[in-house]
């Protein structure tokens, strides 16, 4: 089956029927999250791992370190509005900003598959660099492996991150409070529909390119107007969705959440509809969801709303303690539904 | 090609000919040399990089941090005396040490292949955990991709790795001087061959089993019992010689080896006669090599000896200000020959 060709995948096997890897195991679903919890975290318990954030904080001499990984496997490696190694910088740089850090080194880790152009690989490289000039970080270290054709796709890369925490600041989906307003920084959507549309050779009235963006500067403006913030997740695989419903089940927290709340650009709307993808599922790739205390909430949406990356950023939702795991949304039309995940992929390899 | 049917490839083109991605780019060779110094160094220019250790030792907050990044593509991902996850750990933690570093903290990314059975995946992440246990890391943060049929190779790993180098320690190839003492910590090339062999079905008369092994006790006794140690490596690719003929041509300084030195179990040395290889130039992954004053290079080797990943250490060759660049090599038979490394590939996806 070729992702190229098939892009939505029904998964209805029950990870307890399958003894094999799916691709709705890396789609940041429910198989994703079974996968984790069934055979990752058991094997590697300990609290960093545990709070399952986008970072790990560590203390090292006495200093708040973030140590976050994400491997790339997208494809297609160039699509409009980035590629992959544009996105290998950013989405790193992101999941440390989403703790709180302030982001100074990456390593980087090419995976390169036998016959991969050399004139590809300048470009990649290229993007890499302007990305991690644009978001202020050294690439320190780095690693190269080749595998034989047929044995990878074209290019994989790994980057994985170092940042400084300040003493004061304390970020993790642990701390998020019924009451807590729910923030997102802009219109969704932007970075899936940009992939599947290249990837399918889709055209839609308005060019729709990748949002991927480093956040680490919108995210220290929140953190500076709005101190008591509870947590900050960048919505990537499995959408604002995923974010909002694995901090709600895994916190027994619910969440009300305000669809005609969510800024979604009409082009990505449309192509959603023709597509028949829920915006909410589609990943993001410079976009940021906070968790705010409700004395904070309005600082914090008025940081993001004057910084260049978050002038559309919207309140769209609360955290409650009625219908605890659950998120409820509110639909444009006025009626309730329960947003849940699905159970595996509906966008294989988005990031 | 597979590499699983043909060992050896021959490799003639040179860089400037080819406008492809090679096999023996990932060689640990001349080419993986050229395409960093071609490609990846002009886009990443900072000084951490440009020591081209295995590790970046970094200033945070006063602490000097190394950090270090490695992909395991190795195949067949079971091998005997080991596997990818305890290659992955264990590789991972002997480039922070060979650094001076005390290895603390793992990341861990997975790119797997749909249809991985998950009983092997769970078998490579029980041994990844032994492993992390055995060193003393934890593994903090993590990743998990899924790429489609036949855009992988059931599974790859990387690992990133974050320790502590103590206040008095530095450690890197740029301080290797003449009159330096060249140790090898044991016996080479069973990795390799025990890689090749089970890649191959060939059978020896003695087993042929990996040497991977955590080395961080190891190279924190040798440093000490000579803590004006120069510089450690562990010679993964490439070999030993691959490790002393990248240091004498980037530093422009000599290098003597004595071959009848080196120790190799008979086994190997059997099986490299069959298959053509030069135990120098096949892969370890439970040895280091030191550059050691002459000073303290007796009370080093005995550090190594003293310990149980070390009691076959020797010395093995001397730094020296003649034939600045070059590697001299005297043979078990009395000659001379200039040790050079291979210009592609001899063993593909060893690690």
């Known amino acids: 089956m070729s992702d190229e060709r098939i892009p939505f995948v029904d998964c209805p096997i029950p990870i307890a029927d399958t003894d094999q890897i799916l691709l ?15 055979i990752l975290l058991p094997a590697f318990r300990n609290p960093a791992l545990e709070a399952l954030d986008d970072q790990a904080i560590l203390s090292v001499n006495g200093s708040r370190i973030a140590f976050t990984t994400d491997s790339y496997v997208v494809t297609p490696i160039f699509f409009p509005g980035g590629d992959i190694g544009e996105l290998a910088v950013n989405g790193t740089v992101n999941d ?8 100074l080194f990456l390593s980087l880790a090419f995976i390169l598959e036998e016959g991969f152009p050399l004139s590809d690989l300048r470009r990649v490289v290229e993007s890499t660099r302007a990305a991690a000039a644009r978001a202020g970080v050294q690439i320190v270290t780095g690693d190269t492996k080749v595998v034989n054709r047929g044995k990878g796709d074209q290019v994989f890369i790994n980057t994985s991150g170092l940042g400084i925490v300040a003493a004061g600041t304390k970020l993790s989906s642990l701390f998020v409070q019924p009451g807590d307003a729910v923030l997102l920084s802009g219109p ?3 970075h899936g529909v940009a992939i599947l549309s290249k990837r399918e ?12 963006a480093p956040l680490h500067e919108l995210a220290a403006a929140v953190l500076a107007a709005a101190p008591g913030t509870h947590a900050m997740r960048d919505p ?13 089940s895994r916190r027994g927290l619910g969440i009300d959440l305000d669809e005609r709340a969510v800024p979604v650009r009409d082009v990505v709307r449309g192509a959603c509809e023709i597509l028949g993808l829920d915006p909410l599922l589609v990943a993001n790739e410079g976009k ?4 705010v205390p409700e004395r904070e909430s309005a600082a914090a949406l008025e940081a993001m709303q004057n910084h260049p990356l978050g002038t559309e950023a919207a309140r769209i939702g609360r955290v409650t303690s009625e219908h605890p795991g659950i998120v409820v949304a509110r639909t444009p039309i006025g009626g ?16």
Do not use: N, Q, W, Y
Request: proline share 4%; glycine share 16%.
């Open 288 to 291: 940021l969801v906070a968790f």
């Open 188 to 190: 969704i959507g932007d």
């Open 201 to 212: 050779g889709l055209e839609f009235e308005g060019e729709v390119r990748s949002d991927t």
């Open 236 to 248: 990537t695989r499995g959408g604002v969705a995923a974010t909002v419903v694995e901090i709600a």
């Open 24 to 38: 709705g195991h890396g789609s940041g679903g429910k198989l994703t999250a079974r996968l984790i919890e069934e």
């Open 336 to 351: 309730k539904r329960i947003l849940d995940l699905p159970f595996g992929e509906s966008l294989p390899r988005i990031c």
């Open 96 to 103: 440390l900003a989403m703790g709180g850090a302030r982001p």
